[in-house]
């Protein structure tokens, strides 16, 4: 499964954004992502797409569970961090076999 995850960063925030988001992507590797990353809207600056892949919905709502204090702590920091609520977004395989 993917799961997307859609942040709006003004400028003066993208550094501190940025280094937050690489630390939440070790976290979402720690608790069962096998991918993760971080696009740019390259029409609207700002716009940023985080994305990870997870084996299954069941393993998603595994990793839910792991969440530690720092994880939470560190999810607050990034919030302070957007402009907007995150709009999240979970795709699950449809296959292609």
Do not use: C, K
Not at 68 to 76: F, G, I, K, S, V
């Amino acid at each position: 499964m993917t799961v997307t995850v859609e942040y709006h960063v003004s400028q003066r925030d993208r550094a501190a954004f940025l280094l937050a988001a690489n630390h939440l992507g070790h976290a979402r590797r720690r608790d069962g992502a096998y991918a993760w990353t971080v696009y740019e809207d390259a029409e609207r600056a700002g716009r940023i797409l985080e994305t990870f892949y997870l084996e299954s919905w069941a393993e998603h709502l595994r990793q839910h569970e792991r969440v530690t204090n720092a994880d939470r702590e560190l999810q607050l920091a990034i919030r302070q961090l957007i402009q907007d609520e995150p709009l999240v977004t979970h795709f699950i395989s449809l296959g292609t076999d």
